[in-house]
């Protein structure tokens, strides 16, 4: 089992930028890819970035967000530089177990075993 709770959500101006943080604890942080995903009013939530031995980002987000780990703090980050109004949503941190086999579905949100409260950013114009 692995409880993950966001931090670092807020209201910014657009061009501002936020670093989000997403603390885990649990067994074996190191054992488990990591992904943001986001959810905004009346919309599905979709993935941001991920990371396990690689990284990879949403098309949208693409060198503005950067995500980073830091595993003896058993903590990922999401700096997210740039924003815009567009960006403005709830944001989830999500733990997808390594497994023998399975492939790491990074943009799925059926690919994580583990979701966090979520935390809100919101970008003003």
């Known amino acids: 089992q692995v409880q993950l709770v966001e931090s670092g959500g807020g209201l910014v101006q657009a061009e501002g930028s936020l670093r989000l943080s997403c603390a885990a604890s649990?067994?074996?942080?190191?054992?488990?890819?990591m992904g943001w995903f986001r959810q905004a009013p009346g919309k599905e939530r979709e993935f941001v970035a991920a990371m396990r031995a690689a990284t990879y980002y949403a098309d949208s987000v693409k060198g503005r967000f950067t995500i980073s780990r830091d595993n003896a703090k058993n903590t990922v980050y999401l700096q997210m530089n740039s924003l815009k109004p567009e960006d403005t949503a709830v944001y989830y941190c999500?733990?997808?177990?390594?497994?023998?086999?399975?492939?790491?579905?990074?943009?799925?949100?059926?690919?994580?075993?583990?979701w966090g409260q979520g935390t809100q950013v919101t970008v003003s114009s």
């Open positions: 999500a733990a997808s177990e390594i497994r023998w086999g399975r492939s790491f579905a990074f943009d799925n949100v059926a690919g994580y075993d583990y």
């Open positions: 649990g067994r074996s942080f190191a054992n488990y890819g």
